[in-house]
Antibody
Framework: EVQLVESGGDLVQPGGSLRLSCAASGFAFSGSAMSWVRQAPGKGLEWVST????????YYADSVKGRFTLSRDTSNNTLSLQMNSLRVDDTAVYYC????????WGQGTVVTVSS | DVLMTQSPLSLPVTLGQPASISCRSSQSLLHSDGNTYLNWFQQRPGQSPRRLIYRVSNRDSGVPDRFSGSGSGTDFTLKISRVEAEDVGVYFCMQGTHWPPITFGQGTRLEIK
């Protein structure tokens, strides 16, 4: 079964850091483009970052560029999003998705940035 | 950035009746490789998004055939031929032709009248 399971969401103060993980199974993780998409409470979907399947080059939304870093570990099929200098408006459910097909999506992990 | 504009944002529908959602992009989504990277997603209450339609009109496996996608260039439509109770949720269009950034429509909330 193709599956993605996110973890790492938490309550953090503004200016703090958090590392999200996405465990992948059931498909060829190393060759797949992978992305993070977030959804603020009651809002729509916002693309955050994508890592290419062929060269592992990462791309970022302007809103997170310079603060977030996307990487993958093919030895344990894990996608990671390092989030630094967190702001209140980063509060959201963060989903990882296999973006080579935009299927599947994980169940999401909640990040709350508040003092 | 490509702006994706959906309408309507709220869609009350009677069970068994058809529904239609429009998605317009600020520039053509026809890629130089000949494909149009326009997807439709469904997000049921409390669930993660699920892709329904890819490249304008291709239904994903397991998606009922009452769902159909059409369009070209900058103008796209998702149609449900006969709405069922399980179709309640929010529907998003997404473009992957001109990225980064990948951009989504605002979402259309479908409810049963």
């Amino acid at each position: 079964e193709v599956q993605l399971v996110e973890s790492g969401g938490d309550l953090v103060q503004p200016g703090g850091s958090l590392r999200l993980s996405c465990a992948a199974s059931g498909f060829a993780f190393s060759g797949s483009a992978m992305s993070w998409v977030r959804q603020a409470p009651g809002k729509g979907l916002e693309w955050v970052s994508t890592i290419n399947g062929d060269n592992d080059r990462a791309y970022y939304a302007d809103s997170v560029k310079g603060r977030f870093t996307l990487s993958r570990d093919t030895s344990n099929n894990t996608l990671s999003l390092q989030m630094n200098s967190l702001r209140v408006d980063d509060t959201a459910v963060y989903y990882c998705a296999r973006s080579s097909s935009w299927d599947p999506w994980g169940q999401g992990t909640v990040v709350t940035v508040s003092s | 950035d490509v702006l994706m504009t959906q309408s309507p944002l709220s869609l009350p529908v009677t069970l068994g009746q058809p529904a239609s959602i429009s998605c317009r992009s600020s520039q053509s989504l026809l890629h130089s490789d000949g494909n149009t990277y326009l997807n439709w997603f469904q997000q049921r209450p409390g669930q993660s998004p699920r892709r329904l339609i890819y490249r304008v009109s291709n239904r994903d496996s397991g998606v009922p055939d009452r769902f159909s996608g059409s369009g070209s260039g900058t103008d796209f439509t998702l149609k449900i031929s006969r709405v069922e109770a399980e179709d309640v949720g929010v529907y998003f269009c997404m473009q992957g032709t001109h990225w980064p950034p990948i951009t989504f429509g605002q979402g259309t909330r479908l409810e049963i009248k």
